[in-house]
């Protein structure tokens, strides 16, 4: 059986770029030639995620983990296929392609890592201990408490479950955009901006600096 | 799962006051993350201000591009 282990995987790499990807669309013998190499390409992309993510699934076999390295370059040819014409040779076509099989791999292990485990949406943090202590006393911790108390006033409940399940509970943000019927991109805008409410109230509060406006590129 | 009725770690707080600005989608990290990577790769110095702040505030992105970075140098021997 293949393991996914990339250091000893049988997909040979990929040479220096020439012009091969330019035969995806033929539809004869040069084509699908050039479709067996993309998918090999994109194999060695997935199997080097899924084994770098391993960890992610604690019981998982060697056959198990080629199998959703397998059916991630497959997923990723699709979409290369796909996304082709977008293709603008600002980077090597390799680099280009990688990055496809990286995001299917990536999305396929965090999904299967979350699969039977329970997204439980919160829009409360709450402090267990309000005793005083000689540790609330410290500046790490009156900061975490200030952060605390902007959480609670400062995000709208949207943004308050958004931001525990990603940043506190530690969920993936594609496992989240899942159970939520939401993107990525959704999920990430909706992160961004309550970090900046967060960052404007620790301001007005003392606990940041005043910072040169970066929204503009 | 983690319990939520707990205090903020050191580094949780760091997560959640990360400066993600100037904002960029994670479709335009997508986009823009092989050519970012390949020319960091050649050019420490490179510098990307929208593509640093995005890795820096978006756990997925961060690992996909060291992943592919990480395919790079293994092509390259």
């Not at chain 1, 993510?53 to 019981?59: A, K």
């Not at chain 1, 439980?120 to 267990?128: H, R």
């Not at chain 1, 709208?156 to 899942?178: K, M, N, S």
């Not at chain 2, 050649?42 to 995005?54: L, R």
């Amino acid at each position: 059986m293949t393991t996914v282990n990339p250091a000893r995987s049988d997909v040979v790499p990929p040479a220096e770029d020439d012009p091969w990807w330019a035969e995806l669309t033929d539809d004869g013998w040069a084509g699908s030639q050039a479709l067996g190499r993309l998918r090999e390409l994109l194999l060695r992309a997935t199997r080097h995620q899924v084994w770098r993510l391993r960890d992610l699934l604690p019981g998982v076999g060697p056959g198990e983990l080629e199998d959703l390295a397998q059916q991630a370059a497959d997923d990723a040819s699709m979409a290369v296929l796909r996304q082709l014409a977008t293709f603008e040779g600002r980077s090597r076509f390799t680099t280009w392609a990688y990055k496809f099989g990286v995001l299917h791999a990536g999305v396929a292990v965090r999904r299967e890592a979350w699969r039977h485990r329970q997204v439980t949406l919160s829009d409360t943090l709450t402090v267990v201990d309000t005793a005083p202590s000689p540790a609330a006393l410290n500046e790490a911790a009156q900061l975490a408490r200030a952060v605390e108390g902007a959480i609670d006033s400062e995000l709208t409940p949207h943004q308050r479950r958004v931001v525990l399940a990603l940043l506190v509970e530690q969920v993936p943000i594609d496992v989240l955009a899942d159970r939520l019927g939401s993107t990525r991109n959704a999920l990430y805008k909706t992160l961004h901006d309550a970090r900046r409410r967060l960052r404007a109230a620790l301001t007005d509060l003392g606990y940041l600096e005043t910072r040169p406006d970066r929204s503009t590129p | 799962m983690n319990d939520p009725m707990r205090g903020l770690s050191a580094e949780m707080i760091d997560r959640l006051l990360a400066d993600t600005s100037p904002y960029l989608s994670c479709d335009d990290c997508f986009a823009r993350v092989d050519q970012y990577v390949e020319r960091t790769s050649v050019d420490p110095h490179y510098e990307d201000a929208a593509m640093a702040a995005h890795l820096a505030g978006c756990d997925a992105c961060a690992h996909e591009a060291q992943t592919l970075r990480e395919l790079l140098r293994h092509d390259a021997g």
